[in-house]
């Protein structure tokens, strides 16, 4: 059954605490994404990889830190600097990069910071 | 700055008529439009995506239609359903990212009354 796991599915975290997100693909997608996702913002990137041990900004990385050690592996943690964390979080794979490698996305968690 | 501005943010149709969905965008390097569909709690799913070259691709009960000149596109849902009720992005693929960049839309919530 292939496809793109996130856990958890829901999280709760207490003001001031790092917390990591994980997302795995059996895909074997070289290329892997991480979104914020807001009401009324769409979906805004954090960070993205292209290939094992490198990554790159995205239009809001400020507050976020991923690895890419692993192929199938992009974890996201949200450090205490991040200013308002709670938001439902996706991570998407895709192929490759061209226009035409879809890019297949996860069933997200949802981070609530209490 | 949003790449791709999408309307409405929300919308009503009742069954059987016909849903309309807008995009717009500036950055003429973009030069491929997929369309993504997110039910409550899950992540997005591809939909339906066209070139520039095309001004109109058809699946379906969905359709796009592609004005390059206006640099804009929408997405029209034929004989609306219950079943289509969710939340559509609009994205656009810039071809001038070496590492397969997505823009995505804010996002409009479809709601179909039966």
């Known amino acids: ?114 | 700055q949003q790449q791709v501005k999408q309307s409405p943010q929300s919308l009503i149709v009742q069954k059987g008529g016909i849903s309309i969905i807008n995009c717009a965008y500036e950055n003429t390097a973009f030069d491929y439009f997929p369309w993504y569909q997110q039910f409550p709690g899950k992540g997005p799913a591809l939909l339906i995506a066209i070139r520039p070259d095309v001004s109109e691709k058809k699946e379906g009960r969905f359709t796009i239609s592609f004005n390059k000149s206006a640099k804009q596109f929408s997405l029209h849902i034929m004989d609306s359903q219950p079943g289509d009720s969710a939340t559509y992005f609009c994205a656009a693929f810039d071809r001038g990212s070496t590492l397969g960049r997505l823009y995505f839309g804010r996002g409009t919530q479809l709601t179909v009354w039966p």
């Open chain 1, 1 to 114: 059954d292939g496809g793109i796991t996130q856990s958890p599915k829901y999280l709760f975290r207490k003001e001031g605490q790092n917390v990591t997100l994980s997302c795995e693909q059996n895909l074997n997608h070289d290329a892997m994404y991480w979104y914020r996702q807001d009401p009324g913002q769409g979906l805004r990137l954090i960070y993205y990889s292209q290939i094992v041990n490198d990554f790159q900004k995205g239009d809001i990385a400020e507050g976020y830190s991923v690895s890419r050690e692993k192929k199938e592996s992009f974890p996201l943690t949200v450090t205490s600097a991040q200013k308002n964390p709670t938001a439902f979080y996706l991570c998407a794979s895709s192929p490759g990069v061209s226009s035409t490698d879809t890019q297949y996305f996860g069933p997200g968690t949802r981070l609530t910071v209490l």
